[in-house]
Nanobody, 129 residues
């Protein structure tokens, strides 16, 4: 079992920044990936960014490349999402998810929700214009 707890959401104006945190506990395998997803009302859940256990592999959705940065702190077992240049369209509930499966997948598939095994409760991000 893996438990995930998100924090750091809030309300900011367009162009502002936020840093989301995901604290993980429980069994963490060497093939571990952690991703951030988001879901706006009436829309499907969208993969934002993912990172592997040692931080050597990251992958971003095109919509956030150059603005968001995912990072991992092994000592704290935490994953962060630094979000800069925020836009109103970034408004959503942001979820942290963990993948523990060792089955290989294509890098792009790591932003598909069905590739993840554990989910946090989410943290709300609201960007006003």
């Amino acid at each position: 079992q893996v438990q995930l707890v998100e924090s750091g959401g809030g309300s900011v104006k367009s162009g502002g920044s936020l840093r989301l945190s995901c604290a993980a506990s429980g069994y963490i395998s060497s093939s571990y990936f952690v991703a951030w997803f988001r879901q706006a009302p009436g829309k499907e859940r969208e993969g934002v960014a993912t990172i592997n256990k040692d931080g050597t592999t990251t992958y971003y959705a095109d919509s956030v490349k150059g603005r968001f940065t995912i990072s991992h702190d092994n000592a704290e077992n935490a994953v962060y999402l630094q979000m800069n240049s925020l836009k109103p369209e970034d408004t959503a509930m942001y979820y942290c998810a963990a993948r523990v499966s060792a089955v290989p997948v294509l890098l792009g598939e790591l932003l598909y929700p069905d590739k993840y095994d554990y989910w946090g409760q989410g943290t709300q991000v609201t960007v006003s214009s």
